[in-house]
């Protein structure tokens, strides 16, 4: 029984992994089909909550869904089981690229089409995060803080700067601790 | 040691990238930036890669670095290195911290993290095609034309159209630009 389990979570969460493109935020709403719809793993509330911990958690979001739906089923063995499947496709596929794009580049059809595409590589990661900025809650703090992140990295990049982009979230993290708790315990009173 | 510092380098990217796939490319560049692993111009095919396949898009970096790096054992390494710190806090969570995503304190930190990470993506994406234009240290006109029509094409469709482009698409298409603009 239990080794059906664990074959199933594996095979599921090989499914998700395989067959999905465009990372994190886009695994999501295929997580809910395979494990909302398909299996019954987890209520749609249930969902909801995994979703919340699973972007307040760092590392992977779609990791961090099949370690928790893996627990769920069938424990510390199912949430080995459920993630060795989401990991596998990405690994073998990206794998057998790497050994053979380098050499690739020799060829001038694939080098040409890289010039390109390494220019749309940046457009995207600006898209990525313009499309983040519009959905974020623009309170003052969130404002100031993302303005402020975004001039301090332009700054290290620029001067070339050994300092983390870690740094800038735990300063982040500490400025948002000391400003929003005392607000937060005034509301409650 | 190169498999020690791929662990160590991964480890710290799965634990500190809150907000997804893109969240990880600003610590990623600084990590193969920093230990020399790969130049810009390898970053940028490494991340259109991991973009256009399959699979969580931190995951197919880390292999990528790892197998460039150190072959199948380093793709190992590095791999398992960005997944163990997702999959050891999500069973604490679950397991004896059940209430700490909703505790007042955790709140107050994730709040202003989000904000930061997205600031410091928008500044690595920003970096990244300004480089691009300069990278011979002056003003690179093909370069320069192609980025402001690929902008215009990306945020065209999603500003006027309302019509998001598929990463992969837009992958697809500037490789036809390049392939057209620098010859074959």
Not at chain 2, 5 to 26: Q, S
């Amino acid at each position: 029984m239990k080794r059906k389990t664990l074959t199933e979570l594996f095979l599921t969460f090989l499914k998700v992994g395989m067959f999905t493109f465009g990372g994190g935020y886009a695994m999501i709403s295929v997580i809910t089909n395979a494990c909302v719809e398909q299996k019954k793993w987890l209520t749609h509330d249930e969902m909801m909550d995994m979703t919340v911990i699973a972007e307040s958690t760092p590392g992977p979001i779609a990791i961090n869904c099949a370690t928790y739906v893996g627990y769920r089923q069938a424990g510390f063995s199912g949430a080995v089981a459920a993630t060795a499947g989401m990991v596998v496709p990405s690994f073998v596929i990206i794998y057998l690229i790497s050994m053979v794009l380098e050499n690739f580049m020799e060829i001038t059809i694939i080098a040409s089409a890289f010039q390109g595409i390494k220019i749309a590589v940046g457009l995207l990661i600006v898209n990525a995060a313009v499309t983040m900025l519009r959905k974020m809650k623009k309170t003052p703090l969130a404002c100031v803080l993302s303005v402020c992140s975004c001039a301090a990295m332009l700054l290290i990049n620029i001067f070339s700067w050994k300092i983390s982009s870690v740094s800038l979230m735990l300063i982040a993290g500490v400025i948002s601790l000391v400003a929003c708790t005392p607000q937060k315990e005034g509301g409650a009173a | 040691m190169i498999f020690w510092e791929l662990f160590i380098g991964f480890l710290k990217v799965g634990a500190f990238t809150f907000g997804g796939g893109y969240a990880a490319i600003p610590i990623i560049r600084e990590l193969v930036l920093s230990n020399g692993w790969l130049s810009e111009e390898t970053l940028a095919h490494m991340i259109a890669v991991s973009e256009s396949t399959p699979g969580p898009i931190m995951v197919n970096m880390a292999t990528y670095v790892g197998s460039s790096q150190a072959g199948l054992s380093g793709a190992l390494i590095a791999t398992t290195a960005v997944v163990l710190p997702s999959f050891f806090i999500i069973l604490l969570v679950m397991v004896v911290l059940k209430t700490v995503i909703k505790n007042r304190y955790v709140q107050a930190v994730l709040r202003g993290l989000k904000p930061c990470v997205i600031g410091i993506i928008l500044a690595t994406g920003g970096f990244m095609v300004f480089r691009n234009c300069f990278r011979t240290g002056q003003l690179n006109a093909a370069d320069t034309i192609i980025t402001v029509l690929l902008a215009l094409i990306l945020f065209g469709a999603k500003g006027i159209l309302k019509k998001k482009i598929s990463p992969i698409a837009f992958i697809l298409l500037s490789a036809c630009i390049g392939i057209i603009a620098y010859g074959f």
